[in-house]
């Protein structure tokens, strides 16, 4: 017996060493004397799945000095083909790394809570996690699972000052119709002045260069046209009634903004070919030279207005416009809709030997020094602090602006984007700094779109009913409907067919269940809220 218990308790100091030793990798075992607080990390190796990160390696100068301020060994494992395949094969044989980094939005997220896969990171964020707290504040208690823990970090979060749609019209054609003066304002264009400017320029230039003239065209592969449309009228997911929420087509607005449509339809203002229009396609007309106009966020045009400039001149360039609705007020448009919750859930695992060294690790790197880090590169290579704010090397801004890639390999900078927060650090200088010097189209956009079109989306992500619930069936039915119709009440050759076009597919969506699915949604709208202290 007392050979058994002296054999029992070397046995449990195994254990418990090994238990300290690291995720993938060991440390002394002198050091486990101390408090967990004071554990050393030096040694550990940690393991990392990013589905972002193609075929890169962990060898670069910032990652160099990432293991040196942690005493941590980082192995990035690479997707190597599909991350969502790669993700779903790794939670079958359940041989996933110590953190994994996910799409947020994807329901691989919830499979791999559900499965037990991740471990809540409350405790280990009070313990160990003060950057965490400081830095992700209310995003903590968004970004809950239902049973009110935290089993994951969001990547690329917060307040993103960035604008996001608009109208955008050509700066040299626009200045031709009403004076540079004021296409160089950042006054908003109303709803009639836009459609009164497209029918000068359609009177002006019935043909350019032996090519028909248009005034409007749109993408309608990517239909990255609706975030400004919708932000004209000042809509956002859902329609708000008394009753909850509803579907967005049934707000009055919703009606207005597909009359105007149409309206631009029958006054040959808006491309026939718009409901066909692929990107390529799309960015092709845009570049061809005979085109007022687009809606889209300000960056996707960047291939034509690079094109334009070369072949007809530095002010052919298509510029962003806030263009507000006649009866709304501009400090109730909603061009700039985010998620404050951002892209991705980075995530300890069940097979993490050292949990308490990974959030170490988690924790510096979700700093203000880890994000100046990763994000502006190393300290008096790439940036210096000149009067306590953070001032990059011209190489560097020059770097981003003509050789994005070669920069990053170079660099490090922005090469491992882990735990990224938008917005301005505590010296008033961006987390990220390609958004240090940005270009005109850019500045252009900051300057026209303001707070009030910003509003967060993360509140209404994610409501509808399960796939495979009577009631996602239903969704399903509804949402071919509603966007069956769309180009169907756009294209319909009169407003009043237009109108009627419109009922129509009210209709046919009320009758598909629409009332069930709205209840359903309105529901967990509630239960978020509840779960949110909201």
């Known amino acids: 017996m007392k050979m058994k218990k002296i054999a029992a308790l070397f046995l449990s100091g195994i254990l418990a060493a090994g238990t300290l030793a690291g995720c993938q990798g060991g440390q002394d075992t002198e050091d486990t004397s101390s408090t967990a607080n004071d554990a050393s990390t030096d040694g550990v190796t940690i393991s990392i799945f990013d589905k972002n990160s193609g075929s890169n390696t962990f060898d670069d100068p910032v990652a160099k000095a990432i293991m040196e301020k942690t005493g941590i060994n980082i192995q990035v494992e690479n997707p190597s083909g599909d991350p969502l395949e790669k993700l779903n094969l790794m ?8 953190i994994v980094l996910m799409e947020r939005g994807n329901d691989i ?53 960035d604008p996001v749609a608009g109208v955008l019209m050509r700066y040299d054609f626009l200045c031709e119709i009403v004076g540079q003066e004021r296409a160089d304002s950042n006054e908003p264009f109303t709803q009639s002045e836009y459609v009164d ?3 000068q320029f359609m009177e002006k230039h019935p043909t350019i260069d032996g090519k028909e003239s248009i005034a409007i065209t ?8 609706e975030g400004t449309i919708k932000g004209m009228y000042g809509l956002k997911t859902y329609y708000e009634s008394d009753s909850g929420l509803e579907h967005i087509a049934k707000a009055p607005e919703y009606k207005e903004m597909m009359g105007f449509m149409n309206d631009l ?6 491309d026939k070919e718009w409901v066909v229009n692929k990107k390529e396609q799309w960015t092709q007309k845009l570049s061809a030279g005979n085109v007022f106009s687009t809606f889209c966020s300000y960056w996707d045009v960047d291939a034509a207005n690079t094109s334009l400039a070369t072949s007809v001149g530095e002010n052919a360039q298509f510029y962003t416009y806030k263009v507000v609705a006649d009866d709304v007020d501009p400090s109730e448009t909603t061009f700039s809709g985010r998620s404050t919750l951002g892209w991705d859930a980075i995530a300890i695992t069940n097979n993490c030997k050292n949990p308490e060294a990974a959030m170490k690790l988690i924790d510096f790197l979700a700093s203000e020094e880890g994000q100046y880090l990763m994000m502006w590169g190393i300290e008096g290579e790439n940036y210096d602090i ?13 770097g981003f602006q003509t050789d994005w890639d070669a920069t990053v390999q170079e660099t490090g900078a922005r090469k491992w984007t882990w735990f990224i927060k938008n917005g301005n650090g505590s010296d008033g200088t961006p987390y990220d700094v390609t ?13 026209r779109f303001g707070e009030s079109d910003r509003w967060d989306t993360s509140e209404f992500d994610g ?23 769309f180009p169907k009440i756009v294209n319909a050759s009169s407003h009043d067919e237009a109108m009627a076009e419109y009922d129509k597919m009210l209709s046919d969506m009320e009758n598909a269940g629409l009332e069930e699915v709205e209840k359903v949604i309105t529901e967990n709208y509630q239960e978020r809220m509840e779960l949110w202290g909201e």
């Not at 749109?218 to 046209?225: I, S, T």
Request: with cysteine; aromatic share 12%; charged share 25%.
């Open 91 to 98: 939670l079958t044989g359940q041989n996933y790394p110590d």
């Open 109 to 161: 997220v919830n499979r791999y809570i559900e499965a037990g896969a991740l471990i809540p990171l409350n405790d280990l964020i009070d313990e160990y996690g003060p950057n965490v707290k400081e830095m992700y504040g209310d995003v903590l208690k968004k970004s809950r699972y239902s049973d009110g823990k935290n089993y994951y970090l969001n990547n690329w979060y917060g307040v993103d000052p």
């Open 197 to 199: 400017i497209c029918k």
């Open 218 to 225: 749109l993408n309608g592969e990517d239909k990255n046209y």
């Open 265 to 270: 339809y029958t006054q040959g203002l808006l």
């Open 386 to 398: 000149v009067d306590g704010k953070h001032v990059p090397h011209q190489d560097l801004i020059d």
């Open 435 to 447: 958004k240090y010097e940005v270009s005109k189209t850019t500045q252009l956009a900051q300057d």
């Open 463 to 485: 409501l509808t009913p399960a796939g495979s619930t009577p009631e996602g069936l239903k969704w399903q039915k509804i949402e071919d409907i509603f966007d069956q119709e």
